[in-house]
Nanobody
Framework: VQLQASGGGLVQPGGSLRLSCAAS????????MGWHRQAPGKQRELVAH???????NYADSVKGRFTISRDNAKNTVYLQMNSLKPDDTAVYYC?????????WGQGTQVTVSS
């Protein structure tokens, strides 16, 4: 199983970005999918999580600004990020839970700066 993340980049404060992460390989279905992030000198933290049934969960710091969604037919999870702040600067990692294993993408850099 491989996860390929894309969509990161440099954006000004208040701007928006949309991250995508596509899973490929041999599997029947994906359970939960999500996004974590890790800023320099900090631990990796959960950003958002979505179950196979579409139930979502967000970190308090991104509630109301970020939206996670998924396209099960494409085995893809998205993270729409609005009203970005400098504190959102981090490497964003997607993950997917398939049966009892968790797989991670390679990470995509998001930098919020003027």
């Amino acid at each position: 199983v491989q996860l390929q993340a894309s969509g990161g980049g440099l954006v000004q404060p208040g701007g928006s970005l949309r991250l995508s992460c596509a899973a490929s390989g041999r599997f029947f279905s994906i359970n939960a999918m999500g996004w974590h992030r890790q800023a320099p000198g900090k631990q990796r933290e959960l950003v958002a999580h979505i179950t196979s049934g579409g139930v979502t969960n967000y970190a308090d710091s991104v509630k109301g600004r970020f939206t996670i969604s998924r396209d099960n037919a494409k085995n893809t999870v998205y993270l729409q990020m609005n009203s970005l702040k400098p504190d959102d600067t981090a490497v964003y990692y997607c993950n997917a839970v398939i049966r009892i294993s968790t797989y991670w993408g390679q990470g995509t850099q998001v930098t919020v700066s003027s």
